[in-house]
């Protein structure tokens, strides 16, 4: 299995609080994304990085930031949470994109709840 | 728009063969994915295949792609138990840095 993992597993907090989720890796893979996953959506992409320091916005990036200040820690940070963002958060990497047997490697997800 | 569809719910006895369908939108997207995602877990890589190909087959695992319909199928012969997952078509649309997920088919095996 490829070395990824995030913390916390699980965590409940209430509205308007500060959340970091972290992403852990020791494959030193170029890219790392952030997903939520919620019933009826499937996988959603809210931020992805290309490097150290490189990051950009995915299709669900309102109301999260993100850094990568190193290859091997992609943090995800909810500001103010709100119930909405109440979800199950996975962690992704991979070498490099556009290549067939180059997949992504997920980590075993983070359960939010916010209420 | 980039977007991958699929149908959410497929039932199966144990024994038969399942097929999980998906189309997808960006034709020029190179490889097309499955991934298998088992309760608790994150998602995992089954297979992909390469769009200059119409099938590609790996064990109990047959895929097939219609280019021109945009279409991708992916056929599980002697289905078990274990391979109750949900199961996710991906795209990436013509080299971009993300991959597009489908919403997942979740696959009941039923006795």
């Known amino acids: 299995d490829a070395g990824i993992t995030q913390s916390p597993r699980h965590k409940v907090t209430e509205t308007g609080t500060p959340v970091t989720l972290r992403c852990h890796q020791t494959?030193?893979?170029?890219?790392m994304y952030w997903y939520r996953q919620d019933p009826g959506h499937g996988l959603r992409l809210i931020h992805y990085?290309?490097?150290?320091?490189?990051?950009d916005k995915g299709e669900v990036s309102d109301g999260y930031s993100v850094s990568r200040s190193k290859t091997e820690d992609f943090l995800l940070t909810l500001e103010s949470a709100t119930s909405s963002q109440t979800s199950v958060y996975f962690c992704?990497?991979?070498?490099?994109?556009?290549?067939?047997?180059?997949?992504?490697?997920f980590g075993p997800g983070t359960r939010l709840t916010v209420l | 728009g980039e977007d991958v569809e699929q149908s959410l719910f497929l039932s199966v006895r144990e024994g038969d063969s399942s097929v999980i369908n998906c189309t997808y939108t960006?034709?020029?997207?190179?490889?097309l994915y499955w991934y298998k995602q088992e309760p608790g877990a994150g998602l995992q890589l089954l297979t992909y295949?390469?769009?200059?190909?119409d099938m590609k087959q790996d064990q109990r695992l047959t895929v097939l792609l219609n280019k021109k319909d945009k279409h991708l199928s992916l056929r599980i012969a002697d289905t078990q138990t274990g391979d109750s997952a949900i199961y996710f078509c991906?795209?990436?649309?013509?080299?971009?840095?993300?991959?597009?997920f489908g919403k997942g088919t979740r696959l009941h095996i039923l006795p």
């Open positions: 991906a795209e990436i649309p013509n080299r971009d840095d993300k991959i597009i």
């Open positions: 990085s290309y490097g150290v320091k490189d990051t």
């Open positions: 960006d034709s020029s997207s190179t490889y």
């Open positions: 494959e030193n893979h170029r890219y």
């Open positions: 992704a990497i991979s070498e490099s994109v556009g290549m067939g047997d180059n997949e992504q490697f």
């Open positions: 295949i390469f769009s200059n190909m």
